[in-house]
C-alpha cells in the first residue's frame, strides 16, 4: 500500500511539472508575438510597389504587388523576353500564355476572397527559366 501511494505522489508530481511547463511555453510564446504585434503596428503603412524590370526577368507591369482589388478577375500584365512561354500559376487559376515580339503580355486571371498568391514563369527560347510571385488581395469592400 506504502509503495502505490509513493508512486501516485511522484507521478502526481511529474504531471505537474509536464502541466507548468506547457502553460509557461504559452505565455511565452503569446508574449513574443504581442510584441511582433507592437512592432508590426508601428510600421502598417504599407504601399504598393511596381517591380522593376532587369535583363531577362520577368516584370509584371499590373496589377502592384500587394494590390487589394473587389474584382473577381483581374488583368494582368508584363513583360519579359520577346516570344517567351509564360505560365501563371495562381489560386484558382493555371493558365500559359507567350510574349509578342516586344516582350510585353497579358491574361486574366480569378480571384479567390482574401490573400491571392500570383507565381509568374518565363521560359525563354534558350529554355531559361526567370519568375517572379506577387500578392494580390480580394475583399468584398474597400474601406472609405
Given at each position: 500500500?506504502?509503495?502505490?501511494?509513493?508512486?501516485?505522489?511522484?507521478?502526481?508530481?511529474?504531471?505537474?511539472?509536464?502541466?507548468?511547463?506547457?502553460?509557461?511555453?504559452?505565455?511565452?510564446?503569446?508574449?513574443i508575438k504581442q510584441d511582433s504585434q507592437d512592432t508590426a503596428d508601428t510600421n502598417s503603412k504599407v504601399t504598393p510597389t511596381p517591380i522593376k524590370k532587369t535583363a531577362g526577368d520577368v516584370s509584371i507591369i499590373l496589377p502592384l504587388k500587394n494590390s487589394v482589388v473587389t474584382e473577381s478577375t483581374i488583368a494582368l500584365k508584363g513583360s519579359t523576353k520577346p516570344n517567351s512561354n509564360i505560365a501563371i500559376v495562381s489560386e484558382s487559376d493555371d493558365l500559359i500564355t507567350s510574349s509578342d515580339n516586344s516582350g510585353n503580355f497579358q491574361a486574366d486571371i480569378n480571384l479567390i476572397n482574401g490573400e491571392n498568391t500570383v507565381i509568374v514563369t518565363a521560359v525563354d527560347d534558350k529554355q531559361k527559366t526567370s519568375s517572379t510571385t506577387i500578392t494580390i488581395i480580394r475583399t468584398a469592400t474597400l474601406p472609405e
Open positions: 500500500m506504502r509503495k502505490e501511494v509513493i508512486l501516485a505522489v511522484i507521478i502526481g508530481v511529474l504531471l505537474g511539472g509536464v502541466i507548468l511547463y506547457g502553460i509557461n511555453l504559452a505565455n511565452t510564446s503569446s508574449s
